[in-house]
C-alpha cells in the first residue's frame, strides 16, 4: 500500500486542506481483502463546510476541544486506489504530526491483515480414482467366464 498526502494553506484565516491518495498494490488487491476503517486521530472542525476560521472562532477558541475525528479507510480490493481531502484544524504552529501518526496506524493495521491473509496459501489439486481392485477382480471374473462361454459355444 502507498499512501501519499498533501497539506496546503493559504495564507491568513485559512484552514489547511490535507489531500491523500491510497493505493494497493496488485499483491495485495489479489487478496481479496476485507475492509479497513479506522477513526484517525484528525479532529473534525466545526463548521467545517467553511474554508477559514476566525480568530476566537471554533477550533481558535480558547476552550475548543475536539469531539469528532476523522475515519480513514484502505480502498476496497476491487477498485484499489481512493483519494480524499478535509479541513484540519487552524493552528498558528502549522505542526499536524496526528496525520502522518493516523496514516501510519492505518498502514500498520492493514499490514496485520495482509500478513493474517498470506498465511492462507494457494491451492491446486489434481485429483483421480479407477475401480478398486475388489471391483475389477469382479469385471476380470465375470468377463472370464463369458469368454469361456462363448468359446464352447
Given at each position: 500500500?502507498?499512501?501519499?498526502?498533501?497539506i496546503?494553506?493559504?495564507?491568513?484565516?485559512?484552514?489547511?486542506?490535507?489531500?491523500?491518495?491510497?493505493?494497493?498494490?496488485?499483491?495485495?488487491?489479489?487478496?481479496?481483502?476485507?475492509?479497513?476503517?479506522?477513526?484517525?486521530?484528525?479532529a473534525?472542525?466545526?463548521?467545517?463546510?467553511?474554508?477559514?476560521?476566525?480568530?476566537?472562532?471554533?477550533?481558535?477558541?480558547?476552550?475548543w476541544?475536539?469531539?469528532?475525528?476523522?475515519?480513514?479507510?484502505?480502498p476496497?480490493?476491487?477498485?484499489?486506489?481512493?483519494?480524499?481531502?478535509?479541513?484540519?484544524?487552524?493552528?498558528?504552529?502549522?505542526?499536524?504530526?496526528?496525520?502522518?501518526?493516523?496514516?501510519?496506524?492505518?498502514?500498520?493495521?492493514?499490514?496485520?491483515?495482509?500478513?493474517?491473509?498470506?498465511?492462507?496459501?494457494?491451492?491446486?489439486?489434481?485429483?483421480?480414482?479407477?475401480?478398486?481392485?475388489?471391483?475389477?477382480?469382479?469385471?476380470?471374473?465375470?468377463?472370464?467366464a463369458?469368454?469361456?462361454?462363448?468359446?464352447?459355444?
Amino acid at each position: 500500500m502507498k499512501i501519499i498526502w498533501n497539506i496546503k494553506k493559504k495564507q491568513g484565516n485559512h484552514r489547511p486542506i490535507l489531500s491523500y491518495t491510497i493505493t494497493l498494490e496488485v499483491h495485495e488487491m489479489e487478496l481479496d481483502m476485507e475492509p479497513l476503517t479506522l477513526t484517525s486521530t484528525i479532529a473534525v472542525v466545526p463548521h467545517a463546510e467553511r474554508g477559514w476560521c476566525l480568530p476566537g472562532e471554533d477550533e481558535r477558541s480558547e476552550d475548543w476541544q475536539p469531539a469528532e475525528f476523522h475515519r480513514l479507510a484502505v480502498p476496497w480490493f476491487r477498485v484499489g486506489v481512493d483519494s480524499g481531502f478535509l479541513r484540519l484544524p487552524f493552528r498558528e504552529s502549522s505542526e499536524y504530526p496526528e496525520v502522518e501518526e493516523s496514516f501510519r496506524r492505518l498502514r500498520d493495521e492493514y499490514e496485520k491483515l495482509v500478513c493474517e491473509a498470506l498465511r492462507w496459501g494457494s491451492l491446486d489439486v489434481n485429483a483421480s480414482l479407477q475401480a478398486s481392485e475388489e471391483t475389477k477382480e469382479k469385471i476380470a471374473g465375470t468377463l472370464a467366464a463369458k469368454k469361456m462361454l462363448q468359446l464352447a459355444g
